[in-house]
């Protein structure tokens, strides 16, 4: 696993990346825009959804300010055939907004929010050409005081052949303004912070660092 930072679009100070990620620096920068702009059409989706004014949540992950958004590539080497659902990135959610993976073998699997049984009820999520999964994290749950749900998922041996191939994935992992706030957002369809409640006056790094722990 190797994770390419916003410093590739001079957002935040450089760091050095291995020769093989700076000889395609301008295909990185690239795939930033180009994965934002996707981003951003289902931000934007949301806020009508939420009932907030358009472009509120895209204002809060900019891509033109430091954030710990992401690409984070993935490689997971053949597996036995024979050998069925060795774990090789555990179960886990999203910590950011928004997460768009791209990949072409199978392997990911879910555990839907009703399942009681997290040992056997995970469900392999079957990758479709042209496609990218989209998985909602963790600071758009709190955002919204829970509206929008995280889902538990995890990387398994892929199944039949494909375990066979080597999986190959990208990760774009989209982050909040380093200096944003995580207070519940505010809108008709959102339900307000309850009497017995506490809002949230973290920083967005603040509240990272305690969900990290």
């Not at 679009?9 to 700076?22: A, F, I, M, S, Y």
């Not at 895209?58 to 710990?68: E, G, I, M, V």
């Not at 190959?168 to 017995?196: C, F, T, W």
Request: aromatic letters at 6%; a neutral charge.
């Amino acid at each position: 696993m190797y994770t390419l930072s916003q410093d590739v679009l001079g957002t935040v100070p450089q760091r050095q990346n291995p020769e093989v990620v700076e000889a395609h620096r301008k295909d990185c920068q690239d795939f930033f825009h180009r994965a934002y702009s996707a981003v951003f059409v289902i931000l934007s989706a949301l806020d009508k959804q939420l009932a907030l004014p358009l472009g509120t949540l895209a204002s809060l992950c900019p891509l033109d300010k430091p954030s710990a958004t992401s690409l984070r590539m993935l490689l997971t080497g053949a597996q036995p055939i024979d050998e069925n659902h060795r774990i090789t990135f555990r179960g886990h959610k999203d910590i950011g907004a928004i997460t768009l993976l791209f990949n072409v073998a199978g392997g990911l699997q879910i555990l839907p929010a009703s399942s009681e049984n997290v040992s056997s009820n995970w469900r392999y999520i079957r990758p479709e050409p042209g496609c990218a999964l989209i998985n909602i994290g963790d600071t758009l749950v709190e955002w919204t005081g829970g509206v929008l749900r995280s889902s538990l998922h995890r990387v398994v041996t892929a199944p039949g052949k494909q375990a066979g191939v080597a999986r190959q994935s990208l990760a774009y992992l989209v982050r909040p303004d380093h200096n944003g706030s995580m207070r519940r957002l505010r809108s008709k369809a959102i339900p307000p912070v309850a009497e017995d409640e506490v809002d949230e006056t973290r920083s967005v790094d603040d509240w990272a660092s305690w969900r990290a722990l």
